[in-house]
C-alpha cells in the first residue's frame, strides 16, 4: 500500500514520496513526525492550505486513490483485511461492509455489518458486531472469529454517546416487521425498548437505525419505516412516541448542548440513492431547524468545537456543519472511494494514553466495491476549522 504527499500550490512543483501505510502505525505518538521526516523536498516548503494524502490501498496500480484534506490534518489506514469478499471479483483489501460504527470510552472500537436492510433476497444477514481494541487491526477470515463481540443479531447498526459510555444496538426482522433496541454494556447485549408486541398492539419499533442519548439519559431512535423518531426514557419506557416527523429517518447524534441531530434519506428509498435528503437540529424543547437540504447522511458525530460531521457518501466527502449552519469542509474522495460511516474517539483519559482522542475514524468504500469497507483514521485540529473560514 503506497500513499503519497503532493503539493498543490499554484505553479509549484509537485512532490510524491513513497509513505508506506499500515495498521500499527497509528498508535504511535510519533506516526506523523515520522511521516513529515521521510518528505524531504523542499517544495513542501510552499504548500497551501489544502494536501493531498494519497493511498493506493485496493485499487488497481494503474489508479490512485487520494482523500483531500485541508492543511495540518492526516489520514492513515486503521482496520482492514484480507480474503474477504465472496467472490474473486470484489476480494480485496478491506473487511466486510460495516456503515456503522461507534468507540467507547476506552477507545475500542465496535463494527456493524447491514445486513439486509434495505434489499430483499434469500441471503445470511445474521452477523456479529466486531470490536477492535484501541489501536486498529488487520483481520483475516482465519482470525475474524476474535473480532466477534456479542451473539449474531439480525441486521445490526451499532450507535453510541455520552463520551463513549452509553453503546446502543438497533436490529430488525424485515418479515416480521418488529425492530429491538438493546444498550451493549460490559460486553453484554442487554434488551431495551422494541421487540415482540402483546397481541392487538402495534410494535413500539418496526425498523430501528441510529440511537442517540441525550445528557438526561433519554434516548432517540430513528425508525425509518414509519418516519419517526421516537423517544425513551433512561429505563426503555416510552416517553413519545413520534417525538419527530420526518421523512425516512436513519442517523442521529445529540451535540454538547443538547440539541438532537436527526439525518433523513427524503425520498431516497435506499441510502445509497442520492435523495435529496435532509439534516435536521432539534432543540431540547423540541423546536426544529433545517441546517442542510440535498445530501443523504450515512454517518453523523459530533466532534470538537462544537460542530456536527457528516458522511456524504453520494458527494464523496466529509462536511462539518456549526450550529448556525455553516458548512465546513473535512475530506474529499476521488476515485471511486467514498465515506460510509463515522465517529468521533471520545476524549477520555484512556483515549488520550492511547494517542486516539478526538481523531475521526471513517469506514470508507474503497474504489466503488461497497462489499469491501477500511476503517480510516484522521487527526487533525478539528476545533479550529470553524476559525479557519
Not at 477507545?107 to 430483499?120: F, I
Not at 470490536?131 to 450507535?159: C, D, M, W
Not at 442517523?251 to 445509497?272: I, Q, Y
Not at 456543519?321 to 463515522?342: E, I, W
Amino acid at each position: 500500500m503506497i500513499g503519497s504527499i503532493r503539493d498543490h500550490a499554484t505553479g509549484g512543483k509537485q512532490s510524491r514520496t513513497p509513505l508506506t501505510v499500515r495498521p500499527g502505525w497509528l498508535d504511535s505518538a510519533d506516526a506523523a513526525p515520522r511521516a513529515a521526516r521521510m518528505t524531504t523536498n523542499r517544495a513542501l516548503r510552499h504548500l497551501r492550505p489544502w494536501l493531498t494524502l494519497a493511498a493506493a490501498l485496493v485499487a488497481p496500480a494503474t489508479a490512485q486513490a487520494e482523500i483531500v484534506l485541508p492543511a495540518g490534518f492526516t489520514a492513515r489506514v486503521y482496520v482492514t483485511g484480507d480474503g474477504f469478499g465472496g467472490s474473486t471479483e470484489v476480494r480485496g483489501r478491506g473487511i466486510p461492509t460495516t456503515p456503522t460504527l461507534a468507540v467507547d470510552h476506552t477507545g475500542a472500537l465496535y463494527l456493524a455489518r447491514s445486513g439486509r436492510r434495505y434489499s430483499g433476497g434469500e441471503f445470511d444477514y445474521l452477523t456479529s458486531v466486531y470490536r477492535i481494541k484501541a489501536g486498529g487491526a488487520q483481520l483475516t477470515a482465519a482470525t475474524e472469529a476474535r473480532y466477534f463481540h456479542g451473539p449474531p443479531l439480525h441486521n445490526a447498526q451499532v450507535s453510541g454517546g455520552r463520551g463513549g459510555r452509553e453503546l446502543f444496538v438497533t436490529t430488525f426482522d424485515r418479515d416480521r416487521r418488529v425492530g429491538v433496541l438493546y444498550r451493549l454494556i460490559d460486553g453484554r447485549i442487554l434488551f431495551f425498548a422494541g421487540g415482540t408486541p402483546d397481541p392487538g398492539t402495534p410494535p413500539v419499533l418496526v425498523q430501528p437505525e441510529g440511537a442517540a442519548v441525550d445528557s438526561a439519559g433519554n434516548v432517540y431512535v430513528a425508525d425509518r419505516d414509519r418516519g419517526v423518531v421516537v423517544r425513551f426514557d433512561p429505563t426503555g419506557r416510552v416517553l413519545d412516541p413520534s417525538y419527530l416527523r420526518v421523512t425516512r429517518p436513519r442517523t442521529l447524534t445529540v451535540d454538547d448542548t443538547d440539541h438532537l441531530w436527526v439525518g433523513s434519506d427524503g425520498s431516497a428509498e435506499a441510502p445509497w440513492q442520492a435523495g435529496p435528503g435532509e439534516l435536521w437540529r432539534v432543540a431540547p424543547g423540541g423546536e426544529r431547524r433545517l441546517m442542510v437540504e440535498g445530501p443523504v447522511s450515512q454517518g453523523l458525530s459530533p466532534g470538537p468545537g462544537g460542530s456536527v460531521f457528516v458522511a456524504d457518501r453520494q458527494g464523496n466527502e466529509i462536511f462539518g456543519v456549526t450550529a448556525d449552519g455553516n458548512r465546513l469542509s473535512v475530506a474529499r474522495f476521488t476515485d471511486g472511494d467514498a465515506p460510509r460511516g463515522l465517529v468521533f474517539v471520545p476524549d477520555t483519559a484512556e483515549t488520550r494514553a492511547a494517542g486516539l482522542g478526538d481523531d475521526l475514524l471513517v469506514s470508507v468504500i474503497r474504489t466503488g466495491v461497497f462489499q469491501l469497507n477500511q476503517i480510516v483514521r484522521i487527526s487533525g485540529p478539528f476545533s479550529e476549522l470553524a476559525r479557519r473560514r
